[in-house]
């Protein structure tokens, strides 16, 4: 059974850089696209972006230019980093998995990331 | 970017009741539409993609129905685990993105 687990700081100041990764067990990260996806507290789902085992990236253009996006084949991980955050990134922070043309069908359990000096 | 209009937001019903849940696009995605079930403190769950393909695992009350702009969500009887928050996705073209949700109360 596959299962994801993200992993990173609960606390980042203003204008820093959120860092988050997630650890793909029960299963390769091989041969699929593994997306970040956030929710603030009683609030919708928004897709950060995604990216393929090769390293190839699709971001959402509302953030792309604070996203970057890696990959480590060999750790099993994938990671998210979000520049210069203000308190509107404060969310839970999940990441999933797909294929090319599909939904989410496997979710890590989420982490709240809360930004405040 | 593809908005969706998810309707009710907020739906109260009984068990054993069938309720139905509307999720509206912008433009046109044949079917690539996906249907998730949020319970609190949880992550979403994927119940039904394609439109009207059931996940495995489940339950046969759960079903989709529509293509291209008007895709629907039926519970066909109401259980008590049922009670959740239900989210439509688009997967036609990027960014991905979802409906604001229908959180579905008891009455």
């Known amino acids: 059974q596959v299962q994801l687990q993200e992993s990173g700081p609960g606390l980042v100041k203003p204008s820093e850089t959120l860092s988050l990764t997630c650890t793909v067990s029960g299963g390769s990260i091989s041969s699929y696209y593994w997306s970040w996806i956030r929710q603030p507290a009683g609030?919708?789902?928004?897709?950060?972006?995604?990216?393929?085992?090769?390293?190839?990236?699709?971001?959402?253009?509302?953030?792309?230019?604070?996203?970057?996006?890696?990959?480590?084949?060999?750790?099993?991980?994938?990671?998210?980093?979000l520049s210069s955050v203000t308190a509107a990134d404060t969310a839970v922070y999940y990441c999933a998995r797909s294929i090319a043309v599909a939904p989410f069908d496997y979710w890590g359990q989420g982490t709240l990331v809360t930004v405040s000096s | 970017v593809i908005w969706m209009t998810q309707s009710p937001s907020l739906l109260s019903a009984s068990t054993g009741d069938r309720v139905t849940i509307s999720c509206r696009m912008s433009q046109g995605i044949s079917s690539y539409l996906a249907w998730y079930q949020q319970k609190p403190g949880k992550a979403p769950e994927l119940l039904i993609y394609a439109a009207s393909t059931l996940q495995s695992g489940v339950p046969s009350r759960f079903s989709g129905s529509g293509s291209g702009t008007d895709f629907t969500l039926?519970?066909?009887?109401?259980?008590?685990?049922?009670?959740?928050?239900?989210?439509?996705?688009q997967y036609y073209s990027f960014p991905r993105t979802f409906g604001q949700g229908t959180k579905v109360e008891i009455k």
């Open chain 1, 43 to 81: 609030k919708g789902l928004e897709w950060i972006g995604r990216i393929y085992t090769s390293g190839s990236t699709n971001y959402n253009p509302s953030l792309k230019s604070r996203v970057t996006m890696s990959v480590d084949t060999s750790k099993n991980q994938f990671s998210l980093k």
């Open chain 2, 74 to 89: 039926t519970i066909s009887c109401l259980q008590s685990e049922d009670f959740a928050t239900y989210y439509c996705q």
